[in-house]
DNA sequence: GTTAGCTTGTAAAGCGGTTTACTAAAGCGC
DNA sequence: GCGCTTTAGTAAACCGCTTTACAAGCTAAC
């Protein structure tokens, strides 16, 4: 119980060395005869020796230890993404830890000012907010040690990794326009977003592949579940003769799937629906939810294995990767009922706009 | 770029006085002058000094930090409970790391080691996997600095926040006979754990209250969506004629489901199934499922009140705290075919939606 | 006036490593 | 044997902060 913890100066006192060759032997700066070592390893192993983490990051001045900034633990989506990059971490010898900042600017300021101070070694930096100035700022003067994961930060030099977001949003596109679909609607995410200006564009262009197909309703808002529900009571509300929806996040499409469950608007009959980011278990909901999948852990993947390049010396390209996206054809969307008509509208009664006046106070 | 990053001796020449006072300052070990008080302030305020933790946690011994070991981060269950965990924490000036295990017990010796050597100040601990004499020993030492979260460690002492795994079985056995299920089967997380047990007695406590009712076959295996996969392809083969399931994960519940889906059994017309957790977005799958809801949250939150009060060398009594339950009633539970009262099912689709809105604020 | 007790501070010894500068001993060519 | 280079190893400074031990200056009590 009360048992001294090992240092290591009791190890090199048991192996009768100086402390400083202990510490060179155990960072390979040096090479010892056979004996010695056997002398030093054993003591080690005896003893139960495990170096100070603190006193060692003091000492070197760096801590072999990455950020790994994200607004929200709890959304699966980035939950997932953090458990690909602590797996991709591990071989590099880098230890990550946890920066969630809820999508706050001063948090992310405070872990940028963490590795500004060298108490953390690098970051993969993902935020989901309007631009900043000063964000950018921040992370071009310490571009060498952080990637920007999953969405963009505008003005920011470095290094990049994304999804295909225009990709993903013009296979979403397509796909609808190849069910039929004319006319459609976007629920994105905040407006000034990288991504959802990337999958709104995709989806235009796909679009403009067929002479009639027209966008017409757009919503925006978070990436939240709260924003699927708003928005897609606003579309219903709207009367658009809309025959197809993109929901542009798991967050969304389940909160304008549970509108539309609400108003009976039936799926995929009354209007078609496709999602992005693929996450949940779609494939179990009513009906099986057609989307556009991105390749979460890989994107995890990446990011550890540029910054870690990037943190031995090695040469981080500046710019985007993209990573391509998948369509995940499931059972969402269908042809139009009518070839145009929308039973969206039909059913919304006077009944539910009263409640629609009132919820969106 | 070249600035050097400010020292507590920077700021203590900047004030005018020793490191020692601007030190003992800081950690309210003493009461200076408010002109003194001021220049120091100052000073910190305007080279935006931050102490180093690295050097702050080796001088102290201790780095006002938790770890909370769980098995997984991208399990969404996990992912909720860390989110709770990281939020409860902050305001008692506690960092967490997460200690991803993996469910191997390796890890989870490695944490708690760290924390024996003073390199984390507690553990929230959280383990999947069976009985395991060593670790339950090696918590004991630590006894005063771990709280066991969510799954027992047998014979581990100590405080301890479960879930009421008995009355969520029970609660799910009694929904199943109320509905007028007499054949039913239960799918097990690890048979030899704590909750799969405690599940299994509360299911068999309700099933003992209607006569006729029997447990007509039982699977156990991991929390995972394969074990509901196999479980659930074991059931089918079986042929019994079970006409309810109680799948006591969401992991498990997913499996299970997707085997139904793909074998044209119709939840709930061919099979009535329950759910345990309630983390999935199950009320929009097809059908919703019905399930016990836990309290995630809340046990995350309950183990930092607790752990923290520790930490501050109170009194933490040991035992078992479990926190109530929730029946989630959806519509994969509705009388068995061949049955009575078959007139009963619920068709409260946009009802059911709303609740849902409203419950998830 | 001397002793005692605050108040406001200081100097310096850690915490547990890493790393630089240096030495003693051995190897080697001639 | 002599100078020169390796090899094997040491002592000590240092990383940035906390904390102990102590001192000077001032007030109050005896």
């Given at each position: 119980m009360a048992q001294k913890i090992t240092r290591l100066i009791d190890v090199a006192q048991h192996a009768g060395v100086s402390v400083a060759t202990v510490s060179r032997h155990l960072n390979g700066h040096i090479q010892l005869p056979v004996d010695t070592v056997a002398r030093i390893e054993g003591a080690i192993h005896e003893l139960g020796y495990r170096p100070n983490p603190y006193a060692r990051s003091l000492s070197r001045g760096r801590s072999d230890t990455i950020g790994l900034v994200i607004p929200d633990i709890a959304n699966p989506y980035f939950a997932l993404l953090a458990s690909a990059v602590e797996r991709a971490a591990g071989p590099h010898g880098l230890a990550v830890v946890l920066c969630v900042t809820l999508n706050q600017s001063e948090r992310e300021h405070e872990y940028l000012q963490r590795l500004g101070r060298n108490h953390l070694d690098g970051l993969i930096f993902l935020t989901n907010h309007a631009a900043d100035e000063a964000l950018a700022k921040a992370i071009n003067e310490a571009s060498r040690r952080v990637v920007i994961l999953d969405e963009d930060v505008k003005k920011a030099r470095g290094p990049k990794i994304f999804g295909d977001n225009e990709q993903g949003g013009y296979l979403a596109g397509r796909h609808l326009l190849e069910a039929g679909h004319r006319r459609l609607a976007f629920i994105g995410g905040?407006?000034?977003?990288m991504s959802t200006q990337a999958r709104l564009a995709g989806f235009r262009r796909a679009l403009g592949e067929a002479p009639s197909a027209q966008l017409t309703a757009h919503y925006f808002g978070d990436y939240s579940v709260e924003n699927g529900r708003r928005s897609a009571g606003a579309l219903l509300r709207a009367g658009e003769e809309i025959t197809a929806v993109f929901a542009t996040s798991d967050e969304i499409a389940i909160g304008a799937l549970e509108v539309f469950a609400a108003r009976n608007v039936r799926i995929p009959d009354d209007l078609s629906v496709i999602g992005f980011d693929g996450i949940a278990p779609f494939h179990l909901f009513n009906p099986p939810l057609t989307c556009i999948r991105q390749p979460v852990e890989e994107l995890g993947r990446r990011a550890v294995e540029l910054l870690a390049s990037g943190l031995n010396g090695g040469r981080m390209r500046a710019g985007a990767q993209r990573l391509p996206v998948e369509l995940v054809v499931r059972e969402s969307v269908s042809a139009p009922r009518n070839g145009q008509g929308s039973g969206a509208k039909m059913i919304l009664n006077a009944e539910d706009a009263n409640r629609e006046r009132m919820e969106s106070k």
């Open positions: 905040p407006e000034h977003l």
